[in-house]
């Protein structure tokens, strides 16, 4: 079942940085912190994911606290299509218990 | 690769009749995960398979839910029978085993039961 803690929701205006973090303070050494994203009646697609150290990829950033108990996905230039449902997720190492919780609901003002 | 591919994308049924849903995986992916979403439980995890064979059904809500895999490329969630309150938009989603790499999820079919 669900081991993070996200924000319900949070508003960001367009263009500027936008801060989603996420508690998973039960993570093991071994689980893998993911993210994902569902923008309106779509599935789930994938975001980011890292274990330990902070990760970049094209469409966001993903800063790990030292300790793991923490993340925080970072989108650098908030967009209209940015506006969706964020989910962090911990998979382990072996990929099962993908269970996602409830999720961030972020909206971009104009 | 196409994706994961789920069919059909709406369906809409009477009640006490029976729906099958169906998924084609990505090729080369080991598990394969079905989910239930609706606006009042979010994501729910049905039950996964790993080289098709279900690892954990536990989140299947009742005997009338079944799922299978025959093969590696095909997979079927099965409700019979079918009752309103099952309305709701069922993804599947596939994935090599490691949690280290992305899932990928299909576009999901919305079950509306009448």
């Known amino acids: 079942d669900a081991k993070t803690t996200q924000p319900n929701s949070m508003e960001s205006n367009e263009e500027e940085p936008v801060h989603l973090p996420c508690n998973h303070s039960t993570i093991s050494g071994t689980d893998y912190i993911h993210w994902y994203r569902q923008l309106p009646s779509q599935g789930p697609e994938y975001v980011i994911h890292g274990l330990t150290s902070n990760v970049n990829n094209r469409m966001a950033s993903l800063a790990i606290a030292e300790d793991r108990k923490s993340s925080t996905l970072i989108l650098h230039r908030a967009t209209l299509r940015d506006a969706a449902v964020y989910y962090c997720?911990?998979?382990?190492?072996?990929?099962?218990?993908?269970?996602f919780g409830t999720g961030t609901s972020l909206t971009v003002i104009p | 690769d196409a994706g994961v591919i789920q069919s059909p994308r709406h369906e809409v049924t009477e009640m006490g009749q029976e729906v099958t849903l169906r998924c084609k995986p990505i090729?080369?992916?080991?598990?394969l995960f079905w989910y239930r979403q609706t606006m009042m439980r979010g994501l729910e995890l049905l039950i996964y398979f790993n080289n098709n064979v279900p690892i954990d059904d536990s989140g299947m809500p009742e005997d009338r839910f079944s799922a299978k895999m025959p093969n590696a490329s095909f997979s079927t969630l099965k409700i019979q029978p079918s009752e309103p309150r099952d309305s709701a938009v069922y993804f599947c989603?596939?994935?090599?085993?490691?949690?280290?790499?992305?899932?990928?999820f299909g576009q999901g079919t919305r079950l509306t039961v009448v």
């Open positions: 997720i911990l998979r382990d190492s072996t990929g099962n218990q993908f269970y």
């Open positions: 090729s080369g992916h080991d598990y």
């Open positions: 989603a596939s994935s090599l085993v490691t949690g280290a790499t992305e899932a990928f």
